[in-house]
């Protein structure tokens, strides 16, 4: 039973076709921002606007979640057992955080449906690693091209590919592994590599690259200097992980590096600065909690946090506007519009945001180290200060 459904043409058709019998798995690639939860602690944003739409029109949901829901209630009602929901989005724990928001909403409409939910409702954690650049028009062209026939929409990606599942599908699930997929028993330790990591270092590289000029990672990578920092933040990282029997973590880095380096892959530094409101508490925050639990600086973490602070004020170093693109680049543009290019007003405003920074921001080491590296890229720019830099 093959069929395309747009969520926003016809809501109640998708809803059928998930609450069906023959659905048996849901996954989603939304995005961080399209769980519509608060990313530092893992909970539903119950004050957003698809979320206030979705409660007040079940029928007629506009968020992944309130589909999600909509489809359970109705399998629910019918005596139909759950599907399994299947999360391949860059969220930290991403199978139980989805669990918890869905658990939320549902509870909001219906205590009896959220606790259902959380009793009969699979969410499989996964780890998805390959790195895809937005298509651009001269890959629709060389496609095209190459096809003799129009792709409005190719997926340009990199050769390497990993997936990792947690395997917990009380509905059946296909023959995963004949396509390559991992399946274990926890994806945690996998997945924390992954963002601490490849992610962490790649939105390192995102913000001071795009603050020093460089379109692409792989263009960043030209720099050895940026090299050194994109390792560094790998190394710093790798103290925070728990990992597996014969799990080579400086293998995997130094295969990130290479990956990074690929000319081929033109992957923006302005796409992947996107939604760092959403992605910084996983990538970069996490592994300095850490880091700070077990007594270790955290010097190198605190720059890529004021590269994004430098970013979000939507100028960069000439004066040009940058197009920021992030749920909260509104709140996060006033702040810097109140602090001014003053380092030592501009960080602690930006830490004080709680849904990013949460307790963390309130931590004098943090505060002072922030402060310390946003200080060196106003006076250094973001070039000279990844040159300069030494990590304590």
């Known amino acids: 039973m093959l069929a395309c459904e747009v969520a926003s043409e016809n809501p109640a058709a998708l809803i059928a076709r998930l609450a069906h019998p023959a659905t048996r798995i849901v996954s989603l690639t939304v995005t961080e921002k399209g769980y519509c939860h608060t990313p530092q602690t893992g909970d539903l944003d119950e004050r957003h606007p698809d979320i206030i739409n979705d409660l007040q029109n079940p ?37 139980h955080t989805v669990g918890r928001i869905v658990t939320q909403f549902g509870s909001l409409r219906s205590s009896d449906l959220g606790t259902w939910i959380e009793s009969e409702v699979a969410f499989p954690s996964t780890m998805v690693d390959r790195i895809v650049p937005e298509t651009t028009d ?29 395997n917990r599908f009380p509905a059946g699930r296909p023959d995963f592994e004949a396509a390559g997929v991992q399946m274990v028993s926890d994806v945690t330790p996998f997945e924390h590599m992954k963002l601490r990591l490849l992610n962490a270092s790649h939105s390192t590289l995102a913000y001071l690259g795009y603050l020093a000029g460089h379109e692409t990672i792989a263009s960043a990578m030209t720099d050895v200097r940026f090299v050194a920092l994109a390792r560094q933040i790998m190394e710093d990282a790798a103290p925070t992980l728990t990992m597996p029997d014969r799990t080579n973590v400086a293998a995997y880095g130094a295969s990130l590096l290479q990956r990074f380096s690929n000319p081929a892959l033109h992957h923006r530094t302005w796409q992947i600065a996107m939604d760092g409101s959403q992605k910084l508490p996983q990538r970069l925050l996490a592994t300095m909690a850490d880091r700070f639990r077990l007594d270790l600086p955290i010097d190198t973490h605190a720059l890529a946090v004021a590269g994004w602070m430098r970013y979000v004020t939507a100028r960069d170093e000439q004066g040009r506007a940058i197009d920021v693109r992030d749920p909260l680049a509104g709140e996060l543009f006033g702040i810097a519009e109140r602090a001014g290019p003053v380092a ?3 960080a602690p405003a930006l830490l004080d945001v709680q849904s990013i920074f949460g307790a963390l921001g309130s931590d004098p080491r943090m505060r002072a180290a922030v402060t310390e590296a946003l200080t060196k890229l106003y006076a250094l720019g973001a070039r000279q200060t990844v040159q300069t830099f030494r990590p304590g």
């Open 59 to 95: 029928d007629t949901p506009r968020s992944a979640i309130g589909f999600l829901v909509a489809a359970l209630a109705q399998r629910r009602k019918a005596g139909v057992a759950p599907f399994s929901v299947l999360s391949c989005d860059n969220l930290s724990a991403n199978g």
């Open 138 to 166: 001269i890959d629709r062209s060389e496609v095209s091209s190459a096809l003799g026939m129009l792709d409005a929409w190719p997926v340009v990606t990199e050769p390497f590919t990993q997936w990792i599942v947690e």
């Open 344 to 346: 030592e007003r501009l």
